[in-house]
């Protein structure tokens, strides 16, 4: 089983942040930054398959990648994979069924229906067998649970075999409960807490994503484990923001 995996079901506090730039060079400075994982975000960021490529190739030998697909769909999945992504993301799942779709595209037969070829993943070749015979154990499978839908179905969507882990989007669930980004609302709140107990009773990893430290301290001691902390875009923004106004401080 890949460490990253052993680490996750062991419920590691595992910290990361998010890449929506399709920038190699921006993996690559996120990979060397400290951070247990990344998570590369293919469904609002503006990925090619060729960007995810490089991305991977340049961050996953220092960083563990989790890619997350822009939907619940074999081909995207198959292709992240072969791609080498160490697990995937799996957006807006509602329902039981829906997440043993996800599985079934993140597995060879006879466990799933994930078709086989050559690619990056197997080494282009040179390691096809050997990644055929681990492939199965080692692809890190995380369904989000991202609407209150999700919410009412999370007891038995951590049911299903083959799901390692279970990912709160806490914006997209403020959205569905009709209170778009009051993610601190009492109601939503309420919501990201009865995921985590249930995952708590079903042995299973939680995952939430949080706009700061300070915006995911509050998910960790309530059990939250598998942790991304803002975006690139966000960390860029304010960084940069910070640096201007301190340089018209030096004007006064």
């Given at each position: 089983?890949?460490?990253f995996k052993e680490r996750l079901k062991r419920k590691e506090k595992l910290l990361g942040t998010m890449l929506s730039f399709p920038s190699a060079e921006i993996a690559e400075i996120l990979s060397h930054a400290g951070f247990d994982w990344l998570f590369v975000d293919g469904e609002h960021g503006n990925f090619e398959l060729s960007d995810l490529q490089r991305i991977l190739q340049v961050a996953d030998s220092t960083t563990d990648c989790m890619?997350?697909?822009?939907?619940?769909?074999?081909?995207?999945?198959?292709?992240?994979?072969?791609?080498g992504a160490r697990g995937i993301i799996?957006?807006?799942?509602?329902?039981?069924?829906?997440?043993?779709?996800a599985v079934?595209?993140?597995?060879?037969?006879?466990?799933?229906?994930?078709?086989?070829?050559?690619?990056?993943?197997?080494?282009?070749?040179?390691?096809?067998?050997?990644?055929?015979?681990?492939?199965?154990?080692?692809?890190?499978?995380?369904?989000?649970?991202?609407?209150?839908?999700?919410?009412?179905?999370?007891?038995?969507?951590?049911?299903?075999?083959?799901?390692?882990?279970?990912?709160v989007g806490p914006y997209d669930l403020s959205?569905?409960?009709?209170?778009?980004?009051?993610?601190?609302?009492t109601e939503v709140k309420e919501a990201i807490e009865?995921?985590?107990?249930?995952?708590?009773?079903?042995?299973?990893?939680?995952?939430?994503?949080?706009?700061d430290a300070e915006a995911?301290?509050?998910?960790?001691?309530?059990?939250?484990?598998?942790?991304?902390?803002?975006?690139?875009?966000?960390?860029?923004?304010?960084g940069v923001r910070k640096l201007a106004a301190e340089l018209k401080g030096l004007l006064h």
């Open positions: 089983m890949n460490p890619v997350r697909v822009p939907l619940n769909d074999e081909i995207w999945i198959k292709r992240a994979l072969d791609s799996v957006p807006q799942v509602k329902t039981a069924r829906e997440a043993a779709q079934s595209f993140c597995k060879y037969p006879p466990d799933g229906r994930r078709s086989v070829g050559i690619s990056r993943a197997h080494g282009y070749g040179m390691d096809f067998a050997g990644y055929i015979n681990k492939a199965n154990d080692d692809v890190v499978v995380v369904v989000q649970v991202e609407h209150i839908e999700a919410v009412r179905n999370a007891g038995t969507i951590v049911e299903v075999p083959g799901v390692d882990a279970v990912f959205a569905s409960m009709g209170m778009a980004g009051e993610v601190g609302a009865k995921v985590s107990e249930i995952c708590k009773k079903a042995d299973k990893p939680a995952g939430i994503f949080g706009a995911v301290k509050w998910y960790i001691d309530i059990g939250y484990t598998l942790v991304c902390v803002s975006i690139d875009n966000l960390i860029f923004t304010k």
